[in-house]
């Protein structure tokens, strides 16, 4: 499958990766480039998609980034992965849903070699884990499709310190808590990434 690989091992501003990906859509779409999967981490930012409401924003004091994709508010910082990807989808039948259910797939599978069994909710957006009575978000995804390209991509949470959720309603969803692996199962996951693209790309030619 011809899709580059990118990694950055250095936190990237939202905005910077941003027009890489805008940029890397309109080579795409002249058929000049890659597709492309991107393993990066952010420095701390708050974002909020085209569907936030003012009121989600609890301490008025954070800076909050407007974006173009799917979704509403979350946070994106250190202990973060965030897997990235600009993907032709003329080339997959301009199949929106499907590569959304790819994305929900890849992230319950990678979780799983870990030994963490979670799930997707079709109301609320996302992957979760059900920590003995509580559901609680491991992973946001968010996506936007331009000229049947998709991009953004989605999340999860490896030892994100939490209390920077409190500042928002995280997503949107009032009654959900968020939580990251190190609260679940205290175990290395340097590997996490690495598994997480062999999964994408298995998941893609499915």
């Given at each position: 499958?011809?899709?580059?690989?990118?990694?950055?091992?250095?936190?990237?501003?939202?905005?910077?990766?941003?027009?890489?990906?805008?940029?890397?859509?309109?080579?795409?779409?002249?058929?000049?480039?890659?597709?492309?999967?991107?393993?990066?981490?952010?420095?701390?930012?708050?974002?909020?998609?085209?569907?936030?409401?003012?009121?989600?924003?609890?301490?008025?004091?954070?800076?909050?980034?407007?974006?173009?994709?799917?979704?509403?508010?979350?946070?994106?910082?250190?202990?973060q992965l965030?897997?990235?990807f600009v993907?032709?989808?003329?080339?997959?039948?301009?199949?929106?849903?499907?590569?959304?259910?790819?994305?929900?797939?890849?992230?319950?599978?990678?979780?799983?070699?870990?030994?963490?069994?979670?799930?997707?909710?079709?109301?609320?957006?996302?992957?979760?884990?059900?920590d003995k009575?509580?559901?609680?978000?491991?992973?946001?995804?968010?996506?936007?499709?331009?000229?049947?390209?998709?991009?953004?991509?989605?999340?999860?949470?490896?030892?994100?310190?939490?209390?920077?959720?409190?500042?928002?309603?995280?997503?949107?969803?009032?009654?959900?808590?968020?939580?990251?692996?190190?609260?679940?199962?205290?175990?290395?996951?340097?590997?996490?990434?690495?598994?997480?693209?062999?999964?994408?790309?298995?998941?893609?030619?499915?």
């Open positions: 499958m011809n899709i580059e690989i990118k990694k950055s091992k250095n936190p990237i501003k939202y905005e910077d990766a941003m027009k890489y990906m805008e940029a890397r859509l309109l080579d795409i779409n002249k058929n000049n480039s890659k597709d492309l999967i991107w393993i990066l981490e952010h420095t701390d930012t708050y974002t909020a998609g085209k569907n936030y409401k003012e009121n989600e924003i609890l301490d008025k004091s954070i800076k909050i980034i407007k974006t173009n994709r799917g979704g509403k508010i979350t946070f994106h910082g250190k202990g965030i897997c990235y993907i032709d989808l003329k080339k997959r039948k301009k199949d929106i849903r499907k590569l959304i259910l790819t994305v929900e797939k890849t992230i319950i599978d990678t979780l799983r070699f870990y030994n963490i069994e979670t799930f997707a909710d079709r109301e609320n957006v996302g992957i979760w884990y059900k009575s509580d559901i609680k978000k491991i992973a946001a995804i968010g996506v936007r499709v331009s000229k049947w390209i998709a991009y953004h991509g989605f999340s999860i949470n490896i030892s994100t310190d939490l209390s920077k959720y409190d500042a928002i309603i995280p997503c949107g969803i009032k009654n959900k808590d968020v939580t990251n692996l190190n609260n679940i199962k205290d175990q290395k996951y340097e590997k996490l990434a690495d598994k997480l693209i062999e999964n994408f790309i298995l998941n893609l030619k499915t």
